[in-house]
């Protein structure tokens, strides 16, 4: 299902594609907030580790796929979107590590709650830095060494990737229509 979204004749991804990307984005963070975490943290380590692991396994798979899509120019495709959609969940397993390892006392500085892990997640992945949640303790400090990496790694191949595409595009588009 992942980067089968059709084009349509004109080239684009159809209104319809947007809008199933932005309800799925909601859900999932609708899902984020509303979920059961308990599950995970420190009373349950293996666990928690495993899942988070495996998600991210997952992802970087399913992101590969999509990047394998753009370099070869794929067909029939929006990899664009199932990118934004992978990035999105990306983040929100992370934000569900940071949570559940928060519980830990000595964990975290300034990180109480889903909101705070989520900001904490997206200010770590925008490099921004602004000192008020701070990883404390070793475990912590793994966890976000580990999302800098998966930042690195991942999420700049795709993007890196997805704007080598978008320029392509507007150079056929550009040679199609010559200069105005």
């Known amino acids: 299902m992942l980067g089968n979204v059709r084009k349509t004749a004109a080239g684009p991804a159809p209104v319809w594609a947007w809008s199933v990307l932005g309800i799925t984005v909601a859900s999932m963070v609708a899902a984020y907030f509303l979920l059961p975490l308990n599950w995970f943290g420190p009373q349950r380590p293996v666990l928690s580790w495993t899942v988070l692991i495996l998600a991210l396994t997952l992802i970087a798979v399913l992101l590969l796929v999509q990047i394998w899509y753009v370099v070869t120019d794929r067909e029939g495709t929006h990899p664009?979107?199932?990118?934004?959609?992978?990035?999105?969940?990306?983040?929100l397993v992370f934000s569900a590590g940071y949570y559940g390892l928060a519980k830990e006392p000595g964990q975290f500085s300034g990180l109480h709650t889903r909101l705070d892990a989520l900001y904490f997640t997206v200010v770590t992945l925008a490099t921004v830095g602004y000192g008020d949640i701070t990883a404390q303790g070793q475990t912590a400090r793994v966890l976000v060494i580990l999302q800098i990496v998966y930042n690195f790694v991942f999420l700049t191949a795709a993007a890196t990737s997805l704007s080598r595409k978008v320029r392509s595009r507007l150079d056929k588009r550009l040679r199609r229509t010559g200069p105005r």
């Not at 664009?80 to 983040?91: D, E, F």
């Open 80 to 91: 664009g979107i199932v990118i934004l959609l992978l990035v999105c969940l990306s983040v």
